[in-house]
């Protein structure tokens, strides 16, 4: 069966600085990949996602993700935060039609 | 283009008062989910339909939920009674069907109900 560990529950970090969220993910079979930002009383929102091809994939709002099978992981990156990425962020799996496995969320604190 | 759009977006309720959330998903998109998001969590699945059909609903718990998607396109979910533990965000999201055919992997979320039962 599929899981998804995220790390870090919190990660606080001063603007302009650069971030990477964690996610690992558990799965037998080749899988799909996606991060996803939940702001304060919204659904969520895709930030990228990797179905195939290249391992480094580009996403919304500057960030990027890489794809590293050998150590099951997807982290999140970005080079320089805005306070305005102050949000909930979710790392997802899914192995084909099935569907998506969460992680439980890592909490981006932007300080100023 | 519209999105998912759910209603209401909050919910207070009694316990053992039943309550139904409604969702809209984005036209022309065969797949919808319910999902279930409880403070300080990620989305749990609850039931996947295809068009009207629900082709997931192992972690539905039946005796007090229901759902339905009638002509396949709008969803009902329904808690009767609901108990305090039913406190938490009710999530629906939707995916088109992909070029060859599967559903596709990209799910668009709505804002999601925030039920609080007292």
């Known amino acids: 069966a599929q899981s998804v560990t995220q790390l870090d529950s919190q990660v606080p970090v001063f603007e302009e600085a650069p971030v990477e969220l964690r996610c690992n993910y558990s799965s037998s079979v080749s899988v799909y990949l996606f991060w996803y930002v939940q702001y304060p009383n919204q659904g969520l929102q895709l930030l990228l996602k990797?179905?195939?091809?290249?391992?480094l994939v580009k996403g919304i709002n500057g960030f990027e993700a890489e794809f590293n099978k050998s150590q099951t992981s997807f982290h999140l990156r970005k080079p320089s935060v805005h306070i305005s990425d102050t949000a909930e962020y979710f790392c997802a799996v899914s192995e084909g039609n099935t569907p998506l496995v969460f992680g439980k969320g890592t909490r981006l604190s932007v300080i100023a | 283009e519209a999105g998912v759009v759910q209603s209401p977006r909050y919910k207070i309720i009694e316990k053992k008062q039943p309550v139904a959330f409604w969702c809209n998903p984005i036209?022309?998109?065969?797949?919808l989910y319910w999902y279930l998001q409880n403070l300080g969590q990620g989305p749990e699945l609850l039931i996947r339909?295809?068009?009207?059909?629900?082709?997931?609903d192992s972690q539905l718990p039946k005796d007090r939920f229901s759902a339905e998607r009638l002509k396949g396109v709008d969803s009902t979910l329904k808690i009767q009674p609901a108990e305090l533990g039913d406190s938490a965000v009710y999530l629906c999201?939707?995916?088109?069907?992909?070029?060859?055919?599967?559903?596709?992997?990209?799910?668009?979320f709505g804002p999601g109900t925030r039920l609080t039962v007292l």
């Open positions: 339909y295809e068009n009207e059909e629900a082709v997931d």
């Open positions: 036209s022309g998109h065969n797949t």
């Open positions: 999201a939707s995916s088109p069907r992909s070029i060859a055919g599967g559903a596709s992997n990209e799910q668009f």
């Open positions: 990797y179905l195939s091809g290249s391992t």
